[in-house]
């Protein structure tokens, strides 16, 4: 155990005059030493600037005290509020939480999954852009895993998932758009094959089939990311190409507010002639004009799931790997 | 060095019937070693599931690759919009980024900053909240430090501090609501003195001096939050006590929102009535209806300026420790 300095323990040791094991004991404040001795260590330590090391710490007691959260978009608020959930929690437990962004890339999602566990992180928490290519080596570390939101595809009996009930969440949006007289129901989704939009979209097609509705492949529109920008030129080109619809289920807010955008250039008066309705009840769909109406997830629930039963693991309280789906609520607003 | 299962280096080199060294040359990939005897150290280290440990290895070259970033709220788009722009930069010069959020809590924030530094990382993006506390042996560690927003009360000479121009960003407010007719300016603020709120008051107060304006104590209102809530209360209650305000300078847009709830429930008209101007330009400010004058900062161009001028302290490419000022500018939409 070196500090920054090159200082060891031997060295403080040495300069000391008392035992490795005692400066080990005055270090760590546990086991018997004399004031005169905490001072003589303690004065070593300052004049070389000694920062006790809690990695080499953690290496001791295979304990760091600390998990790691891997996050796809800090800037969107529902990955940003199930982060704070997760934080205040294991805070409160004594846990401190190191947050990674991996802004939807795969690659810096594999680059900070390693450095997280080379820091000897205690547990990790997951939310994956890339959860249909993790493979099971992934869960072969030493620590616990939880993943929320995103499902990778490997068997249930080797995971924790946590999510929201996404499949419901798509049956509620799209039966609120058939009782409003709705037939003909734009999908916007992200083309990636995440278990969330893959549910979603499960939940859309077994309503409508349920209504004996059917839609041809084109009112199934993919955007390549979810952002505004996005989700605003796809729609304009559905209304271009001559789509005949008259709703939009938008998998997440931010698509529902491109997608107003679109309708609102193209002078198509919402809810009169198109209706729309959202995902995740971000707090943009609460203040934008109009109102958005969607799906409500809790992702202060989802957070504080994650963190309780990745500490309990950690904590060797529960040996248990199962999922965990949290209800939505659907939240009828201006739009519908 | 002991991986989590208790092997050693010692050990490996004792399994594999090769020296200690030529153990670290081929984990490390350094150094000369022979294909057969890295096969031998390999199949000992698979066996044992030994994680090269990059703890470790840090503390022999004293570079971790990773900085640590302290942010007050990470549910604040501002603040996860400069996160994202340091996670960009860094990540593409080849460093990780640990984000931890401090929720405002002093504690937390303290906590953190002492796991960050245990944690052997390179260097240090702080954003405080309670910058005004942070002491000079602080600064005292072996690692660059910059203080990006708020600033601490420690002469400049010793530390690097980048921030927008918050003061001009208080004038240009205030200026914007003067040349429209306004004479009773509010101005909503955080109680705390952070340097940011400051510097936007004090562009306030010096702008309503140019204008030969004076105003009671009582057109300055605190808030102990920033948040939505307390300000739409803080605004009721100076109705309710009958205060006479035709504008409103709200120093972040979430007070500006939540003054604009407060002025829509007592059906004062905006902007005919009251105006409102807020800071920040986050997205919310666009969309909300009416949409919120404010002043726009550039989180993107605080963050990457931040980044680079830490990952050049760093890497010993300058060691100039000066401030950097970023401008503002004023967007006018329909609250003044």
Redesign the interface.
């Given at each position: 155990?070196?500090s920054?300095?090159g200082l060891s323990m031997k060295d403080i040791a040495k300069l000391s005059g008392v035992s490795v094991a005692t400066v080990s004991r005055v270090l760590n404040n546990n086991g018997r030493f004399s004031e005169e001795t905490r001072k003589k260590v303690m004065e070593v330590v300052e004049k070389f600037?000694y920062?006790?090391?809690?990695?080499?710490r953690s290496?001791?007691t295979?304990r760091s005290q600390?998990i790691g959260v891997i996050v796809p978009d800090?800037?969107n608020?529902f990955f940003?509020?199930i982060?704070?959930a997760i934080?205040?929690y294991c805070?409160l437990k004594g846990y401190?939480?190191?947050?990674?962004?991996t802004?939807e890339d795969e690659e810096?999602e594999t680059?900070?999954f390693k450095?997280l566990?080379?820091?000897?992180i205690d547990g990790l928490i997951y939310i994956s852009g890339k959860s249909d290519k993790i493979s099971k080596e992934t869960l072969l570390k030493?620590i616990p895993i939880i993943f929320i939101d995103r499902r990778p595809n490997i068997s249930s009996n080797d995971i924790v998932y946590i999510a929201s009930d996404n499949y419901k969440g798509g049956v509620l949006a799209t039966e609120a758009l058939i009782k409003r007289g709705c037939r003909n129901i734009m999908i916007l989704k992200d083309i990636r094959n995440l278990s969330t939009v893959t549910q979603r979209y499960l939940g859309y097609r077994d309503t409508l089939m349920k209504y004996n509705i059917n839609l041809g492949e084109e009112y199934i529109v993919n955007v390549k990311k979810v952002d505004f920008e996005e989700a605003r030129k796809a729609v304009k080109e559905s209304i271009k190409k001559g789509l005949t619809f008259d709703s939009i289920f938008a998998c997440t807010d931010w698509l529902a507010?491109g997608a107003i955008a679109a309708l609102k250039e193209e002078k198509i008066a919402i809810p009169d002639r198109v209706k729309v309705i959202g995902f995740d009840n971000i707090?943009?769909s609460k203040?934008?004009?109009p109102a958005i109406s969607t799906i409500s997830q809790n992702p202060e629930k989802l957070g504080k799931t994650a963190a309780k039963v990745l500490l309990d693991l950690i904590e060797g309280k529960t040996n248990k790997t199962t999922n965990y789906i949290l209800p939505v609520e659907l939240v009828l607003r201006e739009t519908t």
């Open positions: 155990m070196k920054k300095k600037n920062q006790t090391n809690l990695v080499a290496l001791r295979n600390i800090i800037t608020e940003a509020a982060v704070l934080e205040s805070f401190s939480v190191f947050i990674c962004n802004n810096k680059a900070y450095d566990i080379a820091k000897g030493d507010l707090s943009i203040y934008s004009h």
